[in-house]
């Protein structure tokens, strides 16, 4: 027979755990998404703080800004796609691309500075309105249309630039290199601020306008939450999915260009692994990678993350090959606390 205290402090154990679990639970919640990224940048910056006095000074964090604003540029256009439920493994190629167009036409052919860089931001619209058709009418899904799309356009832009770096001297029209409004914006400041990160902000504004005052950017949540749901509502998903592709292009485009400012020169070759930075940073960020969650601002969070732990790993002088170690492990960990984190708030939920 069991004593009558015994008893009740079992009648008392379940409500207990039951009570720490929902505590659990909300912390879990609280520290998801923006939150969560939030908390991982301090801590980090707080770490690298205390670890070397060199981390947190005005030059090494406008160094980090200048360093980083390409991958916040790629960002903005991935998050948009990653909450559709899709994804965009060609913006990096896009922006070699877009960079390379732009830098042929303006030092090798002459045009005159408005037409190279509208010649730019064509070639990634036609990239992003490629991707978008092959997904929408092909049935291909985005994984494999673009990275199909990567290496294709990876090809093209060594084509147009004969794998060679750009402006090619033996072929460059006298006094022409990159053209004016692309070197500044890419390579000078205004109050030690410097312009690519300005880019990037406005970039990320119009990518957050998008998002949160568009009948697009609505769609785009629709979507990824729920693509049936959204096409029983009204939602005219495949019109929806070619836009934000196209968008996606665009701004890849943009990032093109920022890149070739700030190195002075373009080439096929540019900017090869940001694809994988930018999904890092929207992942990092909140965003939800199988769609319907997330936002511009978290994303914005997840590339000062991605930025702050390379350099402060590079000034702790860790090895680049332990730095790859430690950037792919952090993603792994904060998606599966992510997804455990969702799991949990519905179990809690029903």
């Known amino acids: 027979m069991v004593p009558m205290g015994e008893a009740a402090s079992e009648d008392k154990e379940p409500r207990l755990s039951d009570k720490l679990s929902s505590v659990v639970v909300r912390i879990i919640s609280a520290a998801g998404g923006v939150g969560g990224a939030l908390s991982i940048l301090a801590m980090l910056m707080l770490a690298f703080f205390i670890a070397t006095p060199d981390f947190l000074t005005v030059n090494n964090t406008l160094n980090i800004l200048r ?50 860089l509208g010649l730019g931001l064509l070639a990634g619209f036609l990239v992003g309105a490629f991707n978008g058709l092959v997904i929408t009418k092909w049935k291909v899904p985005d994984f494999i249309a673009t990275l199909g799309t990567f290496t294709a356009v990876r090809g093209i832009a060594l084509l147009v630039t004969d794998g060679l770096p750009v402006p090619d001297f033996d072929r460059v029209v006298e006094g022409r290199r990159v053209p004016e409004t692309v070197s500044t914006l890419g390579a000078d400041s205004v109050f030690r601020i410097p312009l690519i990160a300005i880019v990037a902000l406005v970039c990320a504004a119009i990518g957050w306008f998008i998002m949160t005052r568009t009948r697009l950017g609505r769609s785009a949540y629709a979507i990824g939450g729920n693509r049936e749901a959204a096409r029983v509502s009204g939602i005219k998903v495949e019109r929806s999915k070619l836009w934000i592709y196209i968008i996606s292009g665009l701004l890849a485009a943009v990032a093109g260009f920022m890149l070739t400012g700030r190195q002075g020169s373009a080439n096929a070759l540019m900017g090869e692994g940001m694809e994988l930075q930018s999904i890092a940073a929207v992942v990092v960020g909140g965003t939800n990678l199988f769609g319907g969650e997330g936002s511009v601002v978290g994303t914005m969070i997840g590339v000062l993350i991605i930025g702050v732990l390379s350099n402060g790993l590079s000034i702790l002088g860790v090895a680049e090959f332990w730095q790859r170690v430690v950037n792919g492990l952090i993603i792994v960990v904060v998606v599966a606390l992510d997804q455990w984190r969702r799991r949990t708030t519905q179990k809690e939920s029903t």
């Open 67 to 116: 360093q980083y604003s390409v991958p916040a540029i790629l960002a903005v256009g991935q998050t948009l796609v990653i909450v559709s439920a899709g994804i965009d493994l060609s913006v990096a190629s896009t922006a070699a691309l877009s960079g390379s167009v732009m830098g042929v036409s303006f030092a090798h052919w002459g045009w005159p500075e408005p037409a190279a």
